[in-house]
């Protein structure tokens, strides 16, 4: 079982900052693959950024430029930085590992991006 915590989540005007970050209960060498993923009102779930355990990362066309997925290793925790939010970046945003073929999700945390 693996237990995901997300914090950072936040109001912010657009053209701002928010970093999030998650911590996972076991060390991440072992996670094939940790992910951010949002979900808007009304919207599905949508994968944000994706970072592989060999380093390779991908990332939802819309926020290419402006948000950064990383990880620390020490401290089994994953980030990502947003940088000049829009609007359209509002969402609970979850924290996603694959391990062992299971995908776990954290509780989720809001961004509001007001206009």
């Known amino acids: 079982q693996v237990h995901l915590v997300e914090s950072g989540g936040g109001s912010v005007q657009a053209g701002g900052s928010l970093r999030l970050s998650c911590v996972a209960s076991?060390?991440?060498?072992?996670?094939?693959?940790m992910a951010w993923y949002r979900q808007a009102p009304g919207k599905e779930r949508e994968l944000v950024a994706g970072?592989?355990?060999?380093?390779?990362?991908n990332y939802l066309d819309s926020v290419k430029g402006r948000f950064t997925i990383s990880r620390d290793n020490a401290k089994n925790t994953l980030n990502l930085q947003m940088n000049s939010l829009e609007p359209e970046d509002t969402a609970v945003y979850y924290c996603?590992?694959?391990?062992?073929?299971?995908?776990?999700w954290g509780q989720g945390t809001q961004v509001t991006v007001s206009s």
């Open positions: 996603a590992a694959l391990y062992r073929g299971f995908y776990y």
């Open positions: 970072l592989h355990t060999g380093g390779s990362t």
């Open positions: 076991e060390t991440i060498f072992s996670i094939l693959l």
